[in-house]
T-cell receptor, first 111, second 115 residues
Framework: GNSVTQMEGPVTLSEEAFLTINCTYT??????LFWYVQYPGEGLQLLLK?????DKGSNKGFEATYRKETTSFHLEKGSVQVSDSAVYFC??????????FGTGTSLTVIP | DVKVTQSSRYLVKRTGEKVFLECVQD?????MFWYRQDPGLGLRLIYF???????EKGDIPEGYSVSREKKERFSLILESASTNQTSMYLC??????????????FGSGTRLTVV
């Protein structure tokens, strides 16, 4: 079956620290992988995506590389800001008709 | 930009009431979805629809129903609201042919409290 496992939160970092949020997946075939971000009180927004192995998705200083050999799609940012405080969701889809989401990782960045 | 609009940001209802949550999208997407989001449980799929008048149960359909009479509108119905349905409800839409490249577009969510 299809599933996504994210690292447990919450994560608290100081401004300008390096961020890694781990995501591993189980899927049949060749899924597309996504990171979504949810700011307080809002819905989910697409942050970045990768549609095939070795692709790197990037946006707003965040990056994630689709690693088929380790079935991983870890989210990284070199220097976080207070405005990055949010909940981050890893997700996959095989067919495009249904997505499978991780449970979300809450990030708080303190000045 | 594609917009998915949920009619209410916050809603307070009484136990036993029939509750309607409305979702409208403006980009002619075939697929529409309803999720609920709870702390520690992430997003759980309630119902989805691939086309007008079509609906499919998701992982947690009990206590809910849906209606899709027009392509742009997907309604979630709580037949008799209960306190365990207090949650954040998220609507999403997508093109079935392009979801694997563009993902879903989500609404801003409706935070429902049942008292």
């Amino acid at each position: 079956g299809n599933s996504v496992t994210q690292m447990e939160g919450p994560v608290t970092l100081s401004e300008e620290a390096f961020l890694t949020i781990n995501c591993t997946y189980t899927a049949t075939g060749y899924p597309s992988l996504f990171w979504y971000v949810q700011y307080p009180g809002e819905g989910l927004q697409l942050l970045l995506k990768a549609t095939k192995a070795d692709d790197k998705g990037s946006n707003k200083g965040f990056e994630a590389t689709y690693r088929k050999e380790t079935t991983s799609f870890h989210l990284e940012k070199g220097s976080v800001q207070v405005s990055d405080s949010a909940v981050y969701f890893c997700a996959l889809t095989n067919t495009g008709n249904q997505f499978y989401f991780g449970t979300g990782t809450s990030l708080t960045v303190i000045p | 930009d594609v917009k998915v609009t949920q009619s209410s940001r916050y809603l307070v209802k009484r136990t036993g009431e029939k509750v309607f949550l409305e979702c409208v999208q403006d980009m002619d997407h075939e697929n529409m979805f309803w999720y609920r989001q709870d702390p520690g449980l992430g997003l759980r799929l309630i119902y989805f629809s691939y086309d007008v008048k079509m609906k499919e149960k998701g992982d947690i359909p009990e206590g809910y129903s849906v209606s899709r009479e027009k392509k742009e509108r997907f309604s979630l119905i709580l037949e008799s609201a209960s306190t365990n349905q207090t949650s954040m409800y998220l609507c999403a839409s997508s093109y079935p042919q392009a979801s694997d490249r563009y993902g879903y577009t989500f609404g801003s969510g409706t935070r429902l409290t049942v008292v």
